[in-house]
């Protein structure tokens, strides 16, 4: 028995990746570990891309359904789809390979929402899920399973899958013992009870996952670290956004409509997001708490300096110098940091009671405060809605912040009508670019059009918003929501045929 | 003291409705009862539309903030408008004449959420609340107020307002005592605690609304009846429709998905809903329950039969028949039947809790599975977004039903893209037509695409979609979820320029 394998029974399941991956079948569905690139599985996934592309080259061709927490990496993700080796890929993805099978036709994606995975997988919604593929970072003399860097779906993996494969990589922190909340107390309707949690520090599970041996086909060991993207250092544009999000926030607490401590901050996964946190270091506010998906650098920063008291989400997604930090310390912050399975982490129950403060990058808004955070030109999958929803949909207060220009200055992400929609006018409270902030509670449309195209647009588009404001008010079917139909997604056509809006 | 204001201090400040419409000033924001022709005040506001008449005739025209429950009646809404006396109106609407303002741009609608409107108010996002306008059914000897056929916002005005008048309407039956369920534990974060209902019957308040007698300005005394749409007797479209969905509801039980008394209905306003619920009757289906926002003929129906063990609504929407029947007898509908705040009915929390399944109507849907639910021609509103937002996003299974074609056949219901979204993908699991019904739960889009063209589009327009996504296939942009974007709203378009989409 290694250090980390300190029972017998899943000791002497210990196999190599390679005969762990053979146990897995053509057109399984597979749910795996991993959120944001932390907690995925390093070993069986490779292994069993390889043998993916062997079994097409002898003409076998073979495919799996691949459910995860969250996007993973390239071990994960890339691999498998570089081979053709995934049927239908859910909820959340980032990487490049699997993006461009998705947008070239060849991938079936369904983005949904992250809170609604395990429910929906527990309705059968998506078949039976045969088997579960999950890093964990130890087992304990019971036979206990803790959790890695993430939580994600594991539990509802470990529940569902008729058969399990466990990888124990010993490169996570031995220290992460604790930090862990698993609740079990979810269940299908008409049994499902209030969730008994009223402040993001509250612990209301238990530390360990559950998983009966028998289930367990295969232990694999590995000791490979999380595969996370360095951290970018903010530029101009991002401090702006943040600048703007801090003087919101305070303008709230002086107004008497936010306590002095915030509420718990929800914060998207993103260098603008980040940088909206790191502004919190400098800023008026001390006392406050996160409850949200995934802890990045700038988290982890407010919890080093005292900012943050404590911070609830179901992963870390921390830069390559961030987990160095967090890794050769970790018992320092296991009393402020709980991870959740992403039901609870996500849950909208617990968002809407907790009243969190959402901030979440997108791709478009446009004059009315429709938010695209999917599709690019409406029909390219960037990366999928994540949480975005969860939170958004139950905030206290949500935010939407972007950079007023993409794709080096061609493109507005202010827009006359977004190409697509992911959180409606009815959802969306705030949007912030480098520009300004508009606040739209309240507003009617044509208010809210004012105001974004104002507060919002990059100046080189903005008399080409009023144009079209302008214009869609005298001639429009209807006067509520002005707009001209033949001219209302030809920026986007615009940029297809042309490459630019200009 | 008449017999039903049974105290004191409340009968001196009996006054006539003209008198207490002197009371509110220009520029207040005014929170009037009512909740889709149920409950709302029947004397003041037709005095105020009196008054604003009158002012603007000397010169000093006067507008007040109005903000209800939902939809009220002719003499509300339709007076009010009639007389340009609306500054902003919020949250849902369905009056021809207050329609017809907002759509020439007269006035000023923000359209959110119904569950949102008590805590978007306690916030203080619409400012203050100046009055409140608010029908009861009697005042108890210990000033007490026993609400009425409707309960929506009322709690919230009430304690919000700084100036109270009341309205007792001895028309509605003084049965209705009892029947309410008043919860008075809701609060502001960070001090919300989790709402303690775990069954559609659960009653966790108290039966009468509190007002301070100090606040209250004046009582006027009524008794007219609420003003509503009489039943159309089912179509052959809803007809089948209800089938459709009750096939659906089948299929769900015989396969594990849905226990044998369902979960609890939630049931949109309209014809189309009520045929679902009259269908329900003759269903092999026993022991249901509703969590709903109202409650309709077919719903009374079920109670009746037995069919339906309870139902939680915040409202009555019945029509003269029903509701002649319903005063004839209410006592005995009093254990079925528990009236509560709309916060409380359309809570996301107790929605998903429940695990309702919400059926509501809709304006349009596209080949994707966005639902278009308010905005007709994407510019004009229809009424608002009402409840269905709260339900459909929290829902077990979320269904929308629409006859495929509208305007006599010269619309499709189905489109390529929708001109505006109020329920985006990641929150349609079924969609209904008289066609047919297409499942979209765990679907990519083109996966959905196929099946809403096939099952649920009419069979003149499926030609032309079946055109539209072949070719968005061979030259969309990117291929997750095809667009044309030069296309994607000609069909509506071409409605605008030349009355139909054929």
Same mark, same amino acid.
């Given at each position: 028995?290694?250090?980390?394998?300190?029972?017998?029974?899943?000791?002497?399941?210990?196999?190599?990746?390679?005969?762990?991956?053979?146990?897995?079948?053509?057109?399984?569905?597979?749910?795996?570990?991993?959120?944001?690139?932390?907690?995925?599985?390093?070993?069986?996934?490779?292994?069993?891309?390889?043998?993916?592309?062997?079994?097409?080259?002898?003409?076998?061709?073979?495919?799996?359904?691949?459910?995860?927490?969250?996007?993973?990496?390239?071990?994960?993700?890339?691999?498998?789809?570089?081979?053709?080796?995934?049927?239908?890929?859910?909820?959340?993805?980032?990487?490049?390979?699997?993006?461009?099978?998705?947008?070239?036709?060849?991938?079936?994606?369904?983005?949904?929402?992250?809170?609604?995975?395990?429910?929906?997988?527990?309705?059968?919604?998506?078949?039976?899920?045969?088997?579960?593929?999950?890093?964990? /970072? #130890?087992?304990? =003399?019971?036979?206990? +399973?803790?959790?890695? *860097?993430? %939580? !994600? @779906?594991?539990?509802?993996?470990?529940?569902?899958?008729?058969?399990?494969?466990?990888?124990?990589?010993?490169?996570?922190?031995?220290?992460?013992?604790?930090?862990?909340?698993?609740?079990?107390?979810?269940?299908?309707?008409?049994?499902?009870?209030?969730?008994?949690?009223?402040?993001?520090?509250?612990?209301?599970?238990?530390?360990?996952?559950?998983?009966?041996?028998?289930?367990?086909?295969?232990?694999?060991?590995?000791?490979?670290?999380?595969?996370?993207?360095?951290?970018?250092?903010?530029?101009?544009?991002?401090?702006?956004?943040?600048?703007?999000?801090?003087?919101?926030?305070?303008?709230?607490?002086? /107004? #008497?409509?936010? =306590?002095?401590?915030? +509420?718990?901050?929800? *914060?998207? %996964? !993103? @260098?603008?997001?980040?940088?909206?946190?790191?502004?919190?270091?400098?800023?008026?506010?001390?006392?406050?708490?996160?409850?949200?998906?995934?802890?990045?650098?700038?988290?982890?920063?407010?919890?080093?300096?005292?900012?943050?008291?404590?911070?609830?989400?179901?992963?870390?997604?921390?830069?390559?110098?961030?987990?160095?930090?967090?890794?050769?310390?970790?018992?320092?912050?296991?009393?402020?940091?709980?991870?959740?399975?992403?039901?609870?982490?996500?849950?909208?129950?617990?968002?809407?009671?907790?009243?969190?403060?959402?901030?979440?990058?997108?791709?478009?808004?446009?004059?009315?405060?429709?938010?695209? /955070?999917?599709?690019?030109?409406?029909?390219?999958?960037?990366?999928?809605?994540?949480?975005?929803?969860?939170?958004?949909?139950?905030?206290?207060?949500?935010?939407?912040?972007?950079?007023?220009?993409?794709?080096?200055?061609?493109?507005?992400?202010?827009?006359?009508?977004?190409?697509?929609?992911?959180?409606?006018?009815?959802?969306?409270?705030?949007?912030?670019?480098?520009?300004?902030?508009?606040?739209?509670?309240?507003?009617?449309?044509?208010?809210?059009?004012?105001?974004?195209?104002?507060?919002?647009?990059?100046?080189?588009?903005?008399?080409?918003?009023?144009?079209?404001?302008?214009?869609?008010?005298?001639?429009?079917?209807?006067?509520?929501?002005?707009?001209?139909?033949?001219?209302?997604?030809?920026?986007?056509?615009?940029?297809?045929?042309?490459?630019?809006?200009?």
């Amino acid at each position: 028995m290694s250090g980390r394998i300190r029972n017998r029974q899943f000791a002497a399941k210990v196999v190599a990746a390679e005969d762990a991956a053979e146990l897995i079948k053509p057109g399984d569905n597979v749910g795996m570990s991993g959120f944001t690139g932390a907690g995925y599985p390093k070993a069986v996934p490779a292994a069993l891309a390889k043998r993916v592309a062997t079994s097409r080259e002898i003409g076998r061709p073979m495919k799996v359904g691949l459910w995860t927490g969250a996007s993973t990496a390239p071990e994960l993700d890339g691999a498998l789809a570089e081979v053709e080796g995934i049927e239908l890929r859910l909820p959340y993805q980032s990487d490049p390979a699997v993006r461009e099978k998705i947008n070239s036709g060849r991938l079936d994606y369904t983005d949904i929402h992250l809170s609604h995975v395990a429910q929906r997988v527990w309705q059968g919604i998506y078949g039976e899920l045969d088997v579960a593929v999950v890093e964990i /970072s #130890g087992i304990t =003399p019971d036979g206990d +399973l803790i959790p890695s *860097s993430s %939580v !994600g @779906n594991n539990k509802t993996w470990l529940e569902q899958a008729d058969r399990v494969i466990l990888e124990v990589n010993s490169w996570q922190s031995a220290d992460l013992d604790g930090m862990h909340d698993i609740y079990y107390g979810t269940a299908l309707p008409p049994h499902r009870r209030p969730i008994p949690l009223t402040h993001p520090s509250d612990r209301i599970g238990v530390p360990h996952l559950k998983c009966p041996a028998d289930k367990v086909i295969a232990v694999v060991e590995t000791e490979s670290p999380d595969r996370n993207a360095p951290f970018t250092p903010p530029d101009e544009t991002s401090r702006q956004i943040a600048a703007h999000v801090l003087d919101f926030l305070d303008l709230e607490v002086r /107004s #008497g409509r936010l =306590p002095r401590e915030l +509420l718990p901050l929800q *914060s998207g %996964v !993103g @260098n603008v997001a980040n940088t909206v946190l790191a502004g919190l270091q400098d800023g008026p506010f001390e006392g406050l708490t996160a409850y949200t998906e995934v802890i990045q650098d700038g988290m982890l920063q407010l919890i080093e300096s005292g900012t943050l008291t404590m911070a609830s989400a179901t992963a870390f997604s921390l830069s390559p110098t961030a987990v160095e930090r967090f890794n050769r310390d970790t018992a320092a912050y296991r009393d402020k940091i709980v991870l959740r399975p992403q039901e609870i982490s996500n849950h909208p129950e617990v968002v809407r009671r907790l009243g969190c403060l959402a901030m979440n990058g997108i791709v478009e808004a446009d004059i009315y405060g429709n938010i695209n /955070s999917t599709h690019v030109m409406g029909s390219r999958i960037q990366n999928g809605i994540g949480g975005s929803g969860d939170f958004a949909r139950n905030a206290y207060v949500s935010i939407f912040v972007t950079p007023s220009l993409a794709k080096s200055g061609a493109v507005s992400t202010i827009v006359p009508m977004v190409s697509h929609v992911d959180h409606t006018e009815h959802d969306v409270d705030v949007i912030v670019t480098e520009q300004g902030l508009a606040d739209l509670r309240g507003l009617s449309p044509k208010m809210r059009a004012e105001l974004i195209i104002e507060r919002c647009a990059h100046p080189d588009f903005r008399p080409a918003l009023r144009d079209y404001f302008e214009r869609a008010q005298q001639s429009s079917y209807g006067l509520h929501t002005p707009h001209l139909l033949d001219e209302a997604l030809s920026w986007h056509q615009s940029f297809i045929q042309h490459g630019t809006m200009r």
